[in-house]
């Protein structure tokens, strides 16, 4: 466990959920993550800033007990289809399968997706209201009356592809923030199994080569024994299921002594 149980405040379920981080799972006890989700869903929105990085809108939330969460923005239907002809780096993400992702992978049994629920929010008093000044620069009413905002990102933050809402109100996913990684320092890495990312060289050599996991997987130090492997076909089972195509890297905690510590099921939007 990541906190000692003594250490943590009986009101606040983040804290709950950090305190059940262990070296097999995020949590272990049900009724602490639906807390949670209930909290993620309903707590109050005191801040809401851009968050950095990545290439599609993200927003993070300051709730009233200063702890904070990331919110996806609905960007289309759940009937919605892939496009074929796009290729899986530059789809949008979608809120519902970093929903789903989290209760599929609770059904599983692996409990290593972070919690995640669907909230919807109020463009006006729970948006603009508590918006940064860069982010509230970009909110506008739509021809068709509707509250609005751009965000700012890599890709797909213009006028374009804005995000509405009907009028003011915005469907997305929340998914609670893990502990700091300045207090519980995460590993970030490259995944062998990674898609090319090329127009050009659309197969990467783990497609075509079938003595590929034998000869240049398992010859590395970190795959070669303990279980390290095993957790990461567990992650790409998962991927399978939800059709998650993006997976170039997966991120593991560094603080369990001794201990290997199994592949992180984050960020699945793209699924």
């Known amino acids: 466990m990541l906190f000692h149980r003594k250490s943590v405040p009986k009101q606040d379920s983040w804290e709950k959920f950090y305190a059940q981080i262990g070296s097999c799972s995020l949590y272990s006890d049900d009724r602490v993550v639906d ?19 990545g290439t599609q809108a993200k927003l993070v939330f300051t709730f009233a007990n200063d702890k904070q969460a990331v919110f996806k923005p609905m960007r289309f239907g759940r009937d919605y ?9 530059s789809d949008f993400e979608r809120h519902n399968a970093e929903i789903a992702t989290f209760h599929l992978d609770r059904v599983l ?3 290593r997706a972070v919690p995640t629920v669907g909230r919807i929010v109020n463009m006006t008093s729970e948006l603009y209201d508590n918006a940064e000044k860069k982010l509230k620069k970009t909110f506008f009413i739509s021809p068709a009356k509707n509250h609005c905002f751009v965000s700012r990102c890599d890709y797909y933050c213009d006028t374009t592809h804005a995000i509405c809402g009907l009028p003011d109100l915005k469907e997305g996913s929340v998914q ?6 300045a207090v519980v320092p995460r590993r970030h890495n490259r ?3 990674r898609r090319t990312y090329s127009k050009k060289n659309q197969l990467a050599e783990w497609q075509s080569d079938m003595n590929y996991c034998t000869e240049k997987v398992k010859v590395k130090r970190q795959y070669a024994h303990g279980r390290k492997l095993l957790d990461l076909v567990d992650l790409h089972i998962l991927d399978y299921l939800i059709g998650n195509q993006d997976r170039h890297h997966y991120e593991s905690f560094a603080v369990f002594e001794n201990l290997p510590s199994y592949a992180i099921h984050l960020d699945n939007g793209r699924a």
Do not use: C, Q, W
């Open 191 to 193: 995944s062998p199994y």
């Open 35 to 53: 807390d949670l989700l209930i909290d993620l869903n309903k707590a109050t929105i005191k801040a809401v800033h851009i968050m950095d990085g």
């Open 81 to 89: 289809e892939s496009d074929p002809n796009h290729f899986y780096f």
């Open 176 to 181: 609670v923030f893990l502990p700091d990684e």
């Open 109 to 111: 049994g692996f409990r």
